[in-house]
Each structure stands twice: as structure tokens, then as C-alpha cells.
């Protein structure tokens, strides 16, 4: 077991070091595609949710012929029921309510067209909140770049400082040797004041955990953003395949007078979980937002640390960075991490456009099962390890 964890933290530590070694060009940018994506969200998996989406999308007629069988039925009754209400005399004839099983029995023969036109509006969204996002993106991953840089810079510089300061104890040492015994105590408390503080500096400038550290939570707070996202998305698919799929019985249902709304509570939710694509693509043109502006606030501070080329360092300030504990301000992990809390507010978000119910619940019971998973997946590693 201690042998598992040791080769782990030794795999991340020679990571760590090997990106932080580079010094800041063209390569960079693959590196840092290697450890982190080629963007905060990466385009594959964005590319596979949508070629996913339009996939399940063709299985709508899995049960056409199903629905049409019960539709029939169901018309049967639906014209007994209103024959024997007219032969008693409750009713009178009426000709429109008895087109509407008629109606009703188009749409499941054309389904597939039907539920496109449904789509259309939330297509329409989709694509200006996406176009929006891509934008916004482009700006935020070559910020993100830059920021990778001046971060390799101030590592680079934080290294040369280390090594410096080193070589600079093992001279003290070697002097404190030969000259000590041969100084009053007045020149030792002036000497004490000036290698004391060259000392607590090499302590302060060991970077390598520090490195680690950042890059590990650097990676988590993107990885629970990317998550948010996916999880999101990928919802939206299974709810939106189901209600195409079973969508027929929906209609078919609604033809009894009893089950009258079923087919409009189904579009209003076909709606809505459409709506989930435009309304995250949305929050994350405006996360993108922060991003850019939490990216834009670290890059400036870095300049100041390494000067605008990435070779002029300061010292003074570098040593007050290092001792922070962490190579990084925080500011972007926090906006990752505030990105993921609004992601998950999307369901809620999108019954406030159009009102339904099924589906806040339906998320809710995800997100406790989710929980529950990932409860029994953390006991289980435990006891693995």
C-alpha cells in the first residue's frame, strides 16, 4: 500500500516538475494541453455530446407503431364514450371535439417532423448562446496560455533563486567555520542579521510541493467545472431521447378525456429540458466572463512578479509569493468553482421560462443518486486501500 502511494506522489512530483521546468514557448502550449485540455472545456468531449445527441435523436419511431396501435383504441372509446353521451342526451353534437382525435393521430404519423418544429425556437437559442460562448472562449484559452507562461517564468525564477540561495548557505557555512572563533560577539550578531534572513529565504523559495500542490488544485477545480457541465448536458440528452421515444404514448394517451393535458404537460417539458443546452451555453458564455477577467487580474499580478518579458524578476515579492504556500492567487480556481454551482442551477432556471413539473424533481433525484454513487465509491476505494 505505501509502496502504491509513494510511486503515485513520485508519477505526479516528476509532472509537476518537468512543466514547470519549461521555459515559455511554443511547447508550453502542448504541455499544458497534456495536463490540463486543449481548453476549460474540452472540444472533444463537447463534439461527442452533440454527435450523441443527434444519434439517440433518430431513434424516435422506436414505438410509432406501438402508439398507433393504441390510438386506435383509444379513439374507439373516445367515439363511444361521446355516442352514448349524445344517444342519452347529456351532449349535443359537436363537430370539433370529435376532430380532435384525428388531430391527435396526425401527429404520431408524422412525429418526427412534429418534433423538430417543437425544437425549432430551442435550436434557435441554442445556436446564438453557443455562438456566444465560442467567442468568449477563444479569448479565455488564450489567456489561459498566457497565464501558463508567466506561471513556467515564475517557477523557472523561483528555481534559479533556490539554487542561488544554496550555494549561498553552503559558502556561509564554510566561512562561519574558518572565521568564527576569530570574531567578537558584536560582528557575529551582524553577521547572524545579514545570513539569517539569506537562510529563511532558501527555506521560503522551496517550490517543488508548492508547484504540486497548485497544479493539483488547479486541475480539480476545473475537472468539478468540466463535470457540471457534462453532467448537464448529458441530462438534457436522456430526458430530451426519452421524451421523444415514449413521447407517441403521450399523444396517444391524451385522446381520453381523463388524460386530456398529457400531450401539452409533454411538450411543455419537451420544452424545457431543450432549453437546458441554450440556458448552459449561456451561463457559460457569463462564467466565461469571469474567467476572463479572474485570468486578466492573475496575469497582471504575475508581471509584476517576473516583469512583462518573463526574465526580469523581483525577488522581494517573489519571496513573499512563495510563502503563501500555493505558486497561484486563488481568483481562478474560485470562479471554476463558482462556474460549477451555477451550472447546476440550469434545471430550476429553465422551468422558470416554462413552467412544468416533473422535471426540477426528476433532477433532484439524480442529483441524490449521484451523491449516493459517489458515497459507495469512496468506501469502496477506502476499503481498497
Given at each position: ?8 506522489i ?10 514547470a521546468q ?17 481548453g ?40 363511444a364514450?361521446k355516442s ?5 342526451g ?12 384525428f388531430?391527435l ?6 412525429w418526427?417532423?412534429?418534433v423538430?418544429?417543437?425544437a425549432f425556437?430551442?435550436?434557435?437559442v441554442?445556436?446564438?448562446t ?12 488564450n489567456?489561459r ?10 517557477a ?9 540561495t ?6 556561509s ?7 568564527w ?5 558584536t ?7 545579514v ?10 523559495l522551496?517550490v ?28 438534457q ?8 421515444i415514449?413521447g ?18 409533454w411538450i ?8 437546458y443546452?441554450g440556458?448552459g451555453?449561456?451561463?457559460m458564455?457569463l462564467?466565461?466572463?469571469m474567467?476572463e ?6 496575469i497582471?499580478?504575475y508581471?509584476?512578479?517576473v ?6 524578476a523581483?525577488?522581494?515579492?517573489m ?14 480556481i474560485?470562479v471554476f ?6 451550472m ?13 413539473s ?9 442529483g441524490r ?5 459517489a458515497s ?5 476505494t477506502?476499503s481498497?486501500f
Open positions: 500500500m505505501k509502496k502504491k502511494i509513494s510511486l503515485a513520485l508519477l505526479c512530483l516528476c509532472t509537476t516538475v518537468l512543466f519549461s521555459t515559455p514557448n511554443p511547447d508550453n502550449t502542448k504541455t499544458l494541453q497534456f495536463l490540463q485540455g486543449d476549460v472545456y474540452e472540444a472533444g468531449i463537447m463534439v461527442f455530446l452533440k454527435g450523441l445527441k443527434d444519434s439517440v435523436w433518430t431513434h424516435f419511431d422506436l414505438f410509432i407503431t406501438d402508439a398507433k396501435a393504441l390510438a386506435a383504441i383509444f379513439m374507439i372509446i373516445f367515439f364514450i352514448y353521451e349524445m344517444m342519452v347529456d351532449k349535443q353534437l359537436e363537430i370539433m371535439p370529435l376532430m380532435r382525435p388531430g393521430a396526425m401527429i404520431i404519423l408524422w418526427g417532423p412534429f423538430k418544429m417543437i425556437p430551442t435550436e434557435l441554442t445556436n446564438q453557443e455562438q456566444m460562448f465560442n467567442s468568449e472562449q477563444t479569448i479565455v484559452n489567456l496560455l498566457n497565464r501558463s507562461s508567466l506561471m513556467l517564468a515564475v523557472n525564477s523561483l528555481y534559479i533563486y533556490q539554487a542561488q544554496e550555494v549561498a548557505e553552503k559558502e557555512d564554510t566561512w562561519y567555520g574558518q572565521a572563533d576569530s570574531v567578537t560577539s560582528v557575529k550578531e551582524g553577521i547572524s542579521s545570513v539569517s534572513p539569506l537562510l529563511e529565504l532558501k527555506n521560503r522551496t517543488g510541493m508548492q508547484l504540486l500542490f497548485t497544479q493539483l488544485l488547479e486541475l480539480l477545480g476545473i475537472w468539478i467545472l468540466r463535470l457540471a457541465v457534462y453532467i448537464i448536458f448529458m441530462i440528452i436522456i430526458y430530451s431521447s426519452i421524451l421523444i415514449l407517441p404514448f403521450a399523444v396517444a394517451v391524451s385522446i381520453l378525456p381523463a388524460f386530456r393535458d398529457s400531450f401539452s404537460t411543455a417539458r419537451f420544452i424545457s429540458v431543450n432549453l443546452s440556458i451555453y449561456l451561463i458564455y462564467t466565461g466572463l474567467q477577467y479572474a485570468l486578466t487580474s492573475e497582471s499580478k508581471k509584476e512578479l516583469g512583462e518579458n518573463g526574465m526580469s523581483n525577488l522581494e515579492k519571496a513573499w509569493f512563495a510563502g503563501n504556500g500555493i505558486l497561484s492567487f486563488g481568483t481562478v474560485i468553482l463558482i462556474g460549477a454551482i451555477c447546476s442551477t440550469v434545471p430550476s432556471i429553465s422551468t422558470w421560462i416554462i413552467s412544468t416533473g422535471i426540477s424533481s426528476a433532477t433532484s433525484t439524480f443518486s449521484a451523491g449516493t454513487v459507495m465509491a469512496r468506501k469502496a477506502g481498497f
